[in-house]
T-cell receptor, first 113, second 117 residues
Framework: AQSVTQLGSHVSVSEGALVLLRCNYS??????LFWYVQYPNQGLQLLLK??????LVKGINGFEAEFKKSETSFHLTKPSAHMSDAAEYFC???????????FGKGTRLHILP | EPEVTQTPSHQVTQMGQEVILRCVPI?????FYWYRQILGQKVEFLVS????????KSEIFDDQFSVERPDGSNFTLKIRSTKLEDSAMYFC???????????????FGPGTRLTVT
């Protein structure tokens, strides 16, 4: 069964520094991949998605992610962190035409002033 | 921008009681989902619903759970006899489904926090 692994349940970066949140998937067939963000007391908002059109995917709020098949990875990056980026980030996968999204455990991003 | 809404935002109930969690999906969406997130754990799929029937369900979605689309706008999750371990955040989601462009995005609601005492 498909699984999604996020390294680090908490990541802290200084404001202005690079954000890197790691995600690996288990499927031998590249799935559809997503990054969701959850701000406190809010729902899950889609940041970006990979659907095999391009390996580098740009999302909202300056985030991007690169799909690397050889590493089965889909890490999320942002060149310069902002205080408003503090939130929980979930990597997720959808296999082919399956009906369910499989989520990673989430990474809480803390931004240090 | 259209959004998925859920009510209530927080529900407290006693063990053994029935609860109904309500969702209003985005109006032109055809696929509906429930997920849950136990505190400190990952978001887990519960059930998907299309064309007035369940299309897929997880092992968590046992006979205590049911879903319904009682009218053209609401989508509900009922837990018949709640247990302590049902305490979680429950998210509703909807999507247009799979189209020519490929996978349809699932839009998530803000969640209902269910506390079973």
């Amino acid at each position: 069964a498909q699984s999604v692994t996020q390294l680090g349940s908490h990541v802290s970066v200084s404001e202005g520094a690079l954000v890197l949140l790691r995600c690996n998937y288990s499927s031998s067939v590249p799935p559809y991949l997503f990054w969701y963000v959850q701000y406190p007391n809010q729902g899950l908002q889609l940041l970006l998605k990979y659907t095999s059109a391009a390996t580098l995917v740009k999302g909202i709020n300056g985030f991007e992610a690169e799909f690397k098949k050889s590493e089965t990875s889909f890490h999320l990056t942002k060149p310069s962190a902002h205080m408003s980026d503090a939130a929980e980030y979930f990597c997720a996968a959808l296999e082919n035409r399956d009906d369910k999204i499989i989520f990673g455990k989430g990474t809480r991003l803390h931004i240090l002033p | 921008e259209p959004e998925v809404t859920q009510t209530p935002s927080h529900q407290v109930t006693q063990m053994g009681q029935e609860v109904i969690l309500r969702c209003v999906p985005i109006s032109n969406h055809l696929y509906f989902y429930w997920y849950r997130q136990i505190l400190g754990q990952k978001v887990e799929f519960l059930v998907s619903f299309y064309n007035n029937e369940i299309s897929e369900k997880s092992e968590i979605f046992d006979d205590q759970f049911s879903v319904e689309r009682p009218d053209g706008s609401n989508f509900t999750l009922k837990i018949r006899s709640t247990k302590l371990e049902d305490s979680a955040m429950y998210f509703c989601a909807s999507s247009e489904g799979w189209g020519v462009a490929g996978v349809g995005e699932q839009y998530f609601g803000p969640g209902t926090r269910l506390t079973v005492t």
